[in-house]
Structure formats: structure tokens, C-alpha cells
């Protein structure tokens, strides 16, 4: 592995967006819209669609959905590594559980419902297209 040279106050860059590959950029971004309370980016087209609001709320500037053919949706759990799923911060995981499924999110916890006071703080679910994310407790 190489190493990177500390220098303090540099940077290699700034994150400007995380993209999900999916075979629909709108409903995917439709879902996390409803799911973050962002606006679909009307700007987009049939292959690429974006959300857009304060950057603080997300944490970085944009959350896009990009077409992709050949996307397979990630497994859960499985065998596979995932790449990367979102945290998503909820205060009370019932409320949370019932909101996400109302969307369309489909849990994926083997304790399906879950219960209530879930020790862990967190709940798995995929979005309509696949993806991995979690609900959490702050």
C-alpha cells in the first residue's frame, strides 16, 4: 500500500457525490427523496438522476442515481461483499421500520419483523432497486 505524505491543511479532493448504479434513476430517486425529504433534481434524464438540497443534511453535495444495464442488486446476507450501503439516522426504529416499508424499502433483517427494542439500534433494508441500507438509532 502507499503511503500519502502528511501534510496538514491538504487534500486530495472533496467529496462531491455518492452514486448509485440501478436500473431506474427515477424510481430510485423518487424513493430517497420521500425517504430524506430532498427534491428529484428535475435537470436528470432516463439515465441519470440526482437529489438536491442543503449538502449539510446529506453530508456531501449529491446523492445520484446512474443507469446500468447489467446492475444486479446486492445479495443480503450472503456471500458477497457489498460495496456500500447508507446509514440512515431515525429516532425510534418502529416508526422508522413502518416509514421505509411504506416506501417500498424491503427489510432484510432475519428477525423480520424486528423487535421493537432492538439491542444492535439498527434495521436492514434494501431500496427498490437492491441497494443495502440501514436504519439507526443517533
Do not use: K
Not at 18 to 24: K, S, T
Not at 43 to 71: H, I, K, M, Q, V
Not at 90 to 102: F, Q
Amino acid at each position: 500500500m502507499t503511503q500519502v505524505a502528511e501534510q496538514p491543511g491538504s487534500t486530495a479532493g472533496r467529496l462531491g457525490s455518492v452514486v448509485l448504479d440501478c436500473p431506474d434513476p427515477l424510481e430510485l430517486a423518487q424513493f430517497y427523496s420521500a425517504l430524506l425529504g430532498l427534491d428529484v433534481d428535475e435537470n436528470g434524464d432516463d439515465d441519470w438522476r440526482s437529489l438536491t438540497g442543503p449538502g449539510s443534511s446529506l453530508g456531501f453535495s449529491t446523492l445520484a442515481f446512474r443507469r446500468t444495464e447489467e446492475y444486479l442488486p446486492a445479495t443480503w446476507p450472503g456471500t458477497d461483499a457489498q460495496d456500500l450501503h447508507l446509514d440512515l439516522i431515525v429516532e425510534d426504529l418502529s416508526s422508522g421500520h413502518a416509514t421505509v416499508v411504506a416506501l417500498g424499502a424491503e427489510p432484510l433483517d432475519p428477525l423480520d419483523p424486528p423487535p421493537a427494542d432492538n439491542a444492535r439500534g439498527w434495521r436492514i433494508y434494501a431500496d427498490p432497486a437492491g441497494h443495502p441500507f440501514r436504519i439507526c438509532l443517533e
